[in-house]
């Protein structure tokens, strides 16, 4: 996964084929791409606990498909990770968001990030979808992950 994504970095929109199943829940309080979501990610971590799944690193969010002034515009309405175990019966919401999607890759930045995300909706060209996106750190071992930089970031609009 990570190697395609490097691969299609800073190229622009392409077209990916995705299979998997995600775990979800809103986001109660207002988080944007300026901010460090650490709290949010406890709270689906802990309920991952709680249904017996083994929480992942990677993380996403989803939010409107639609043109922002700001990064701090920008209001997630959910988190998600993608399961790594089958999921039994539970309160926790799990979707298939298996599909087709436009994707564009970039190295994560706050101040690019506006860029990236109008170069994808000029390609989609959908309005009130729903945009994913996911960020994959290069490095754990350093504050890089801490700070998100040395990370990739996918967002993508199912076709």
Known sequence: MIDEMKRHL???PYIKQ???KVAVIPTKEVVTPANLPDQEVAKLDQALLEAQQ???????????AQKYQ??????????FKELTLPIGSNDLEVEDVSGTYYCINFMWSVEKYNQ?????LSTVKTVNSTVYEESWS???LTSDFTNGENAIAELRIKI
């Open 138 to 140: 290069l490095n754990y």
């Open 18 to 20: 995705i299979n998997k």
């Open 54 to 64: 083994i929480p992942n690193l990677e993380y996403g969010f989803t939010f409107i």
């Open 10 to 12: 800073g190229k622009g």
């Open 116 to 120: 990236f995300l109008n170069q994808l």
């Open 70 to 79: 700001s990064v701090n515009d920008i209001h997630y309405q959910a988190i």
